[in-house]
T-cell receptor
Framework: NAGVTQTPKFQVLKTGQSMTLQCAQD?????MSWYRQDPGMGLRLIHY???????DQGEVPNGYNVSRSTTEDFPLRLLSAAPSQTSVYFC??????????????????FGPGTRLTVL | RKEVEQDPGPFNVPEGATVAFNCTYS??????FFWYRQDCRKEPKLLMS???SGNEDGRFTAQLNRASQYISLLIRDSKLSDSATYLC????????????FGQGTILTVHP
């Protein structure tokens, strides 16, 4: 299994340009998410999806769109890039399980990240 | 108040030392708790889940206190390879896939 893959690894954009960050997973996970990581801020959730055809907003969704037409793919679109979107973007996928008790656990697997600079 | 708070450190400890990190969370409905490890310029990777009864994995011990809403990670006999950022992660009560991350605690283990 390749796990979670992201392309591109690095990208430089000019203000106002649009682009799509690609994310794919081959683990048949239902749940996929996009995060951005900025210094001193930790990882913040942008959008997430609980299955094909279902998406929802996270903590910082403005300026980003997502779609989930297949289980495997979860692309993130920047509509009109701004310098504030300079960040490292991580895609993640996860499964859930029910333990012998009542607890439900999720292990998220992250892609290697895309380092985006907006000039 | 942040949903998940950690002391960012940095913690600088010698090899062989024992070091402990704490993390507090604000949502009492949180269901699942984790520690992730992130090496410089790499993606986060799961270190261990945290259970109410406490759990141990080799040199690492995780504890959860639901009443006080805090999570701890204890590392014994620190190795140079333990140097990394440790992320406290909490999932919400209604959405399995939605994780909330603390900002991370930086650990440096020196010879």
């Amino acid at each position: 299994n390749a796990g979670v893959t992201q392309t591109p690894k690095f990208q430089v954009l000019k203000t106002g340009q649009s682009m799509t960050l690609q994310c794919a997973q081959d683990m048949n996970h239902e749940y996929m998410s996009w995060y951005r990581q900025d210094p001193g801020m930790g990882l913040r959730l942008i959008h997430y999806s609980v299955g094909a055809g279902i998406t929802d907003q996270g903590e910082v969704p403005n300026g980003y769109n997502v779609s989930r037409s297949t289980t495997e793919d979860f692309p993130l679109r920047l509509l009109s890039a701004a310098p504030s979107q300079t960040s490292v973007y991580f895609c993640a996928s996860s499964y859930s399980k029910v333990s012998t008790g009542t607890m439900i656990t999720d292990t998220q697997y992250f892609g290697p990240g895309t380092r985006l600079t907006v000039l | 108040r942040k949903e998940v708070e950690q002391d960012p450190g940095p913690f600088n400890v010698p090899e062989g030392a024992t070091v402990a990190f704490n993390c507090t969370y604000s949502n009492s409905a949180s269901q699942s708790f984790f520690w992730y490890r992130q090496d410089c310029r790499k993606e986060p990777k799961l270190l261990m889940s945290v259970y109410s009864s406490g759990n141990e994995d080799g040199r690492f011990t995780a504890q959860l206190n639901r009443a006080s809403q805090y999570i701890s990670l204890l590392i014994r006999d620190s190795k140079l390879s333990d140097s990394a950022t440790y992320l406290c992660v909490v999932t919400g009560g209604t959405s399995y896939g939605k994780l909330t991350f603390g900002q991370g605690t930086i650990l440096t283990v020196h010879p």
